[in-house]
């Protein structure tokens, strides 16, 4: 069974930082695309970086050089750097897992996207 659980999520001041953790399970990590997205209340969930199988990243413009995303498949775990939050970057992020080990990576849509974490909120405060 897929899990995915969230943490690092927590509340910073504009300009700061903070590092999202998933750690993933019930199947073989490395060999699936990873994606992290947000979603702020009253706005359709977005996507903000992915990884691919073999390591190539993709990310939303907006977060472009700020944000990294990485992975460290001995520790199954999905990793997303923030620098330089801002405000309205508040949301909950959540990771989500491709539906199948032929993927891309790409979240510009949840298409490829088919299991998800509950979630971890991030505020940043202004």
């Known amino acids: 069974q897929v899990r995915l659980v969230e943490s690092g999520g927590g509340t910073v001041q504009a300009g700061g930082a903070l590092r999202l953790s998933c750690v993933a399970s019930g199947y073989s990590f490395s060999q699936y695309c990873m994606g992290w997205f947000r979603q702020s209340p009253g706005n359709p969930r977005e996507g903000v970086a992915g990884i691919s199988n073999d390591g190539s990243t993709r990310y939303a413009d907006s977060v472009k050089g700020r944000f990294t995303i990485s992975k460290d498949n001995a520790k199954n775990t999905l990793y997303l750097h923030m620098n330089s939050l801002k405000p309205e970057e508040t949301a909950m992020y959540y990771c989500?897992?491709?539906?199948?080990?032929?993927?891309?990576?790409?979240?510009?849509?949840?298409?490829?996207?088919?299991?998800w974490g509950q979630g971890t909120q991030v505020t940043v405060s202004s």
């Open positions: 989500a897992r491709s539906r199948f080990r032929w993927c891309q990576g790409s979240v510009r849509s949840e298409v490829e996207f088919g299991y």
